[in-house]
T-cell receptor
Framework: KQEVTQIPAALSVPEGENLVLNCSFT??????LQWFRQDPGKGLTSLLL?????REQTSGRLNASLDKSSGRSTLYIAASQPGDSATYLC???????????FGTGTKLQVIP | NAGVTQTPKFRVLKTGQSMTLLCAQD?????MYWYRQDPGMGLRLIHY???????AKGEVPDGYNVSRLKKQNFLLGLESAAPSQTSVYFC?????????????FGPGTRLTVT
């Protein structure tokens, strides 16, 4: 059974700092991995989707990397801003089209 | 496009009452999902559908039923609500080519069962 872990559960950084969020998974036979952002009381917004054959994806100040063999993905946020404060979730798709396993998220606070 | 919408946004039920949550998407997606999100547990799949007229059980289906009579709508029903079903419910959808497309989520329905 796939297990997805995100550590730390919460992170507080000063504005302008570069930071890395971690996601680890136990079964490396994945189709893809997706990073989401969730604001309090809101739904999930997709940030980046990495296919199993890819090593990284970039969107603006965000860069996500994937190392299947070690079961790890990182989300790099450059020059953090208070507006980046949210919970970040990773989700791994494996074992069939319906099987997506979510991590419990990292709650990020960027302090002005 | 409105994307994925959910109705209602909030609801309070008493134990034993029934209700239906509606998810609608206007992106012509084949796949639709219902998840629940509970503190410290991440999102868990309740039921899903791979197309109009089809449904299947997910990880935590007990106490819920679903229907997909129209491609754009996916309904989640609670026949006899229990306090353990207090949660935030999210609907998601994506196209048939699952390997290359991201999931799109609705804004959620916050349900409290007293």
């Amino acid at each position: 059974k796939q297990e997805v872990t995100q550590i730390p559960a919460a992170l507080s950084v000063p504005e302008g700092e570069n930071l890395v969020l971690n996601c680890s998974f136990t079964d490396s036979a994945i189709y893809n991995l997706q990073w989401f952002r969730q604001d309090p009381g809101k739904g999930l917004t997709s940030l980046l989707l990495i296919q199993s054959s890819q090593r990284e994806q970039t969107s603006g100040r965000l860069n996500a990397s994937l190392d299947k063999s070690s079961g790890r993905s990182t989300l790099y946020i450059a020059a953090s801003q208070p507006g980046d404060s949210a919970t970040y979730l990773c989700a791994v798709r494996d074992g069939g089209y319906q099987k997506v396993t979510f991590g419990t998220g990292t709650k990020l606070q960027v302090i002005p | 496009n409105a994307g994925v919408t959910q109705t209602p946004k909030f609801r309070v039920l008493k134990t034993g009452q029934s209700m239906t949550l509606l998810c609608a998407q206007d992106m012509n997606h084949e796949y639709m999902y219902w998840y629940r999100q509970d503190p410290g547990m991440g999102l868990r799949l309740i039921h899903y559908s791979v197309g109009e007229g089809t449904t299947a059980k997910g990880e935590v289906p007990d106490g819920y039923n679903v229907s997909r009579l129209k491609k754009q709508n996916f309904l989640l029903g609670l026949e006899s609500a229990a306090p353990s079903q207090t949660s935030v419910y999210f609907c998601a959808s994506h196209p048939l080519e699952v390997l290359f497309y991201e999931q799109y989520f609705g804004p959620g329905t916050r349900l409290t069962v007293t």
